[in-house]
């Protein structure tokens, strides 16, 4: 069976001022498709706009904070009025933390949730009805922390474990109507997401990030990106460590668990 193309199809990305959201709109715009980049970063969603047109690509850029639900919304609609609908949400923008539980704040939570949960929430129900129109696809960038335990990061995790209950069971529900919902899971990944992670008490942590393996880069993970997209993969896992990962976890959790706190319990020292 064919696969999806994107040719003159409308995509909106989230957090697409850099980082896998930027990589993953260059590659869409590459097949031909229209993109609409939110970002709350003004000047960098700026410069990606300008690029974007230099090169000749349809763009269209609109700063978005996805922690307010009117800003989703208004940016929602803003598409659909420019370019009569939207084909593909990928939903990318995000944020994490990396500190212990008992020293981390409750609003570092709220937050956390805000961007990662609510965020994607807001634009997918403000897209959703233009989905279902032109029978489209739904990217929920999650992650290893959204299918297994995280130590040091439990704000993270749980937002994301939220993405994936919320995700792989919207697509059950609009699967029929002709939505595809595929669930992206990096492993390590190069970019500007850990420079800005939450501490403990809100602000910038600066404590360096632990991990296991080498890093991918955004555009493998966008050329991954955009060939899942193409098969409509439900699920799909980035990197080999990530991989590994995911079926340690999946056929020997107590052994990922004692494993993974070993190699990252470090941080929580420093």
């Not at 990589?23 to 960098?44: N, P, S, W, Y």
């Not at 929602?76 to 990396?98: M, P």
């Not at 056929?251 to 706190?261: D, G, I, K, N, Q």
Request: hydrophobic share 40%; aromatic share 6%; with cysteine.
């Amino acid at each position: 069976m064919a696969g999806r193309k994107f040719s003159n199809k409308v995509i909106v990305v989230t957090g697409a001022a850099s980082g896998i959201g930027l990589a993953v709109a260059r590659r869409f715009a590459r097949a031909g498709a229209t993109c609409a980049l939110l970002d709350m970063d003004e000047a960098r969603l700026a410069r990606c706009e300008r690029q974007f047109s230099q090169a000749g690509r349809r763009v269209m850029g609109l700063p978005c904070d996805v922690t307010r639900r009117a800003d989703c919304e208004t940016a929602i609609q803003s598409v659909i009025d420019r370019f009569g609908g939207i084909d593909v949400l990928f939903n990318n923008a995000g944020i994490t933390q990396r500190s212990a539980f008992t020293e981390t704040r409750i609003e570092v939570y709220e937050q956390v949730m805000a961007v990662n949960f609510f965020g994607a929430l807001y634009c997918t129900k403000a897209a959703i009805h233009s989905l279902i129109q032109r029978r489209g696809l739904i990217i929920s960038n999650e992650s290893i922390a959204g299918l297994a335990p995280l130590l040091g990061r439990t704000g993270y995790a749980a937002s994301k474990h939220a993405m994936h209950g919320l995700f792989t069971s919207l697509r059950s529900e609009v699967r029929d109507q002709g939505v595809h919902v595929m669930v992206v899971c990096p492993g390590f990944i190069k970019t500007r997401l850990q420079d800005r992670a939450l501490g403990g008490d809100g602000t910038v942590t600066r404590h360096p990030q632990s991990r296991i393996g080498r890093q991918g880069t955004p555009e493998h993970a966008a050329e991954a990106i955009f060939r899942g997209a193409e098969k409509e993969k439900d699920l799909l896992v980035l990197t080999g460590m990530g991989k590994m990962a995911y079926w340690i976890s999946r056929l020997a959790p107590a052994f990922y668990e004692r494993r993974m706190a070993s190699r990252l319990k470090a941080e929580l020292k420093r």
